[in-house]
């Protein structure tokens, strides 16, 4: 159990197309516990503030943004997801590339951080929680059970978000993509608060040319070990 939350917690960190939301979800179904895709909070301050007007140079703004906005996850009918920011679907729209360069920009501010640091607590609750981000095993629920640090090569994790996006139906470069996701990552890795990189006792795995199934079942084995489930569960 986790002292800060009293609910047992996995954490799976890492870069940008490192297969964190895919493998998140996975896990979280398959042993039913709750899911926080943090990197969404972050993609949705900056979406909120740009729809605000405010100054893209004003961390407090957007600390007050991010504490106050009108945030609820779920899914459609058909299981898809959906993200609502005032309660429209926004789900579609902060998955682009460039809501991921404007969150990584807002994720910069301390400010920020500190104000999406309670939101992300508050959702941890029984039977368990899978937060997926950069700094959950770090920052965020620094005595989770299992944390993971999951990683691939730059050149597999551009292939893998143009492929995602272009699933969406987003038409990007993926020469430009690649400069993109490297950007993004060197900003979220230098930061001065909770940059990215792996806790002390993360496990960290390298899925480069390894598929979904065997990255889940690796959390999943890897989970019995640490007793957040039973083997009969997986
Ligand atoms: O995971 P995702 O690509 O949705 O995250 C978007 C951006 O949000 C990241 O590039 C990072 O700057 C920021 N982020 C963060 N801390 C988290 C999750 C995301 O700084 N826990």
Redesign the pocket.
Known sequence: MSALTDCPILTI?G???SG??TISRAVSLKVGWHLL???????LV?LAGARAGLPADDPSAHAQLAAAMDVRFGADAAGNERVLLDGEDVGRE??SET???G??????WPEV?AA?LKR?RAFARPPGLV??????GT??FPEALLKIFLTASAEERALRRHKQLKDKGSDVSLAGLSREIAE??L??ET?QV?P?KAAPDACVIDSTGIGVGAVVQRVLELGVTRRLWTRERI
């Open positions: 960190d870069p940008s197309g964190k939301g895709d943090s990197g969404a909070l972050y993609r900056a902060i998955r809501a991921g360069q969150a990584s920009r807002v994720a910069a951080r999406l992300q937060a997926d981000g950069r700094d959950m920052v965020v993004r990552d900003r979220d930061r909770a990215l």
